[in-house]
């Protein structure tokens, strides 16, 4: 199989590691590796045909690779389907796994099928150049038709049209799309309950004296990976429940779900991302030799007070040393515990005697801490700021001390209105934020869930609205104008996302 090239999209950095890093190809079936080539080869035509004319010969190779591509995949399997179910791809049946390396092409494709209302396309043998030159023209300038289903009818006029017969389209239907949710949305809620309870076990553990079960834990942790690696937004989507009578629990389990999808965009391997997990779910193990009333103390600490909460990261050094002792933990651990409160020009606490340089796993613990923080409530914090202002100030404020760059590659990740932000919208709709747009273009412009009407009458799911789409017109269907805070509308944001 010929390996056609990706043109650089605007806002993509190169990938930064293959899938084989991943060490999961001698397990990969051909359709995977297959699989994600062709997703790839499709994204190289598209793009190449969005940006130069027809005849270019950029153009003209991308379509060939892609169509030997296709043809190859239909030898040698006998069928060739691409389906699009909620957030995944499967080619012949088979899901495809999203990594960095496809992330910018699966999304575009995700987005481009269901712009035009469709669920799956099987490819007939045969199927010419021509043909993947026409119905992917279309696919990028899907007609002005109000909704998908007005749309998908128009594509299949206008292929018929253009006698392109060897493609069968299905259009996509809400059932399967909402299965597809629920299954993620299910397996994510285990995963999520399930490091709740260990990772209470373990500072109930290290609370008495009594030694936690390591291997637990690291199988927790490497759950997270895992479903992080394969669709992150339902794990994302949970740390907004903030449960606040667990909250040092959760707050441990949402550190490490976000230093993950952090460490995944940054382009570490699964193996340092199991690493990074462990390090962050240890990162405040020091809070269990803290006295529980200092703890959960709702009024200001007094000095002393204070100097016990502050002692947490090195009293955390010495928890993991003593765990340590019995089984085997990663050494960075101990580092993310000992640095996650300094700040990247060695202000913040334990104070530094030495210069130092901060690893890189601390950093991004530090990013991952200070937004869940910052956005939970607790004991001493009754209303959570507003996550967006939380990402500005992190971004704005040097006195933060957080690595510009990590901030911003979490700005990426978390999208200019995180995950969980109640918006007020155009419509004078009130809508929560679920899940960022996957165009790089549209940061400004979420997945939400719409949960009150123009009245502000809430409605319990509500439905789900990409704020990138238009009316015929061209103009956005609804735009935000501003954040607001769910307490003062009596809306727990975790109710909508279990
Ligand atoms: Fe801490
Ligand atoms: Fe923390």
């Known amino acids: 199989m010929s390996s056609p090239t990706q043109p650089a999209a605007p806002g993509n950095k190169p990938p930064t590691y293959s899938a084989d890093s991943f060490g999961e190809m001698g397990g990969d079936s051909f359709i995977r ?55 995944f791809i499967f080619v012949n049946s088979t899901r495809l796994r999203l990594d960095l390396d496809n992330y910018a092409s699966f999304s575009h494709l995700l987005s481009l099928f269901r712009a035009s ?52 389209l299905a259009e996509s239907t809400v059932a399967d799309d909402e299965e597809a949710r629920e299954k993620a949305k299910e397996a994510a809620k285990r995963t999520y309950s399930q490091s709740v309870a260990v990772t209470k076990d373990l500072m109930t553990s290290v609370r008495i004296g009594r030694s936690p079960n390591i291997k637990k834990i690291k199988r927790v942790v490497q759950g997270i990976v895992d479903q992080i690696l394969n669709e992150e937004t339902s794990l994302i989507g949970l740390t907004t429940i903030r449960d606040y ?11 490490c779900i976000l230093a993950v999808a952090l460490g995944k965009r940054l382009g570490l391997t699964k193996l340092q991302l199991y690493d990074l997990g462990m390090a962050a779910l240890f990162h405040d193990i020091g809070k269990s030799r803290v006295p529980l009333e200092i703890l959960n103390k709702s009024g200001q600490l007094t000095e002393e007070e204070w100097r016990h909460m502050a002692a947490h990261p090195w009293l955390g050094v010495l928890a993991l040393f003593q765990v340590r002792g019995q089984q085997e933990l990663p050494y960075r651990a101990m580092v993310v515990a000992h640095e996650h409160h300094m700040k990247t020009d060695l202000t913040g606490y334990p104070k530094s005697i030495r210069q130092r340089t901060m690893s890189m796993f601390s950093k991004i613990v530090a990013v991952a801490d200070g937004f869940d923080a910052a956005t939970s409530r607790r004991a001493y914090q009754t209303v959570p700021h507003p996550p967006t202002d939380v990402l500005l100030e992190m971004r704005d404020n040097p006195r933060r001390g957080m690595d510009p760059v990590l901030v911003k590659a979490f700005m990426n990740l978390a999208g200019i209105y995180p995950v969980g932000t109640l918006v007020v919208l155009d419509t004078f709709e009130l809508a929560i934020v679920h899940a960022a747009n996957p165009i790089p273009e549209m940061l400004s412009r979420p997945i939400v869930r719409i949960v009150s009407d123009d009245r502000g009458n809430l409605v ?7 704020l990138s789409e238009r009316t ?17 509308y009596g809306i727990r944001v975790g109710d909508y996302f279990v």
């Open 460 to 466: 319990h799911p509500g439905v789900l609205v990409d």
């Open 33 to 87: 590796r297959a699989g994600r080539g062709l997703i790839l080869g499709l994204y190289g035509a598209l793009r190449s045909i969005k940006l130069y004319p027809v005849e270019n010969p950029v153009v003209q190779k991308a379509l060939d690779d892609f169509t030997a591509a296709a043809a190859e995949v239909l030898r040698q399997e006998g069928e060739l389907e691409l389906r699009v179910s909620s957030e």
């Open 117 to 168: 209302g469709i669920g799956a396309l099987a490819v007939r043998a045969g199927a010419s150049r021509r043909d993947w030159l026409v119905l992917l023209s279309l696919l990028q300038s899907p007609g002005r038709d109000e909704t998908p289903e007005a749309r998908f009818k128009q594509l299949l006029g206008k292929l018929e049209q253009a006698q392109v017969v060897l493609f069968e």
């Open 472 to 488: 015929p017109e061209g103009d956005f269907r609804r735009t935000i104008i501003k954040t607001e805070i769910p307490e003062r």
């Open 245 to 255: 009578d667990e909250y040092t629990f959760t707050h441990s389990v949402n550190v």
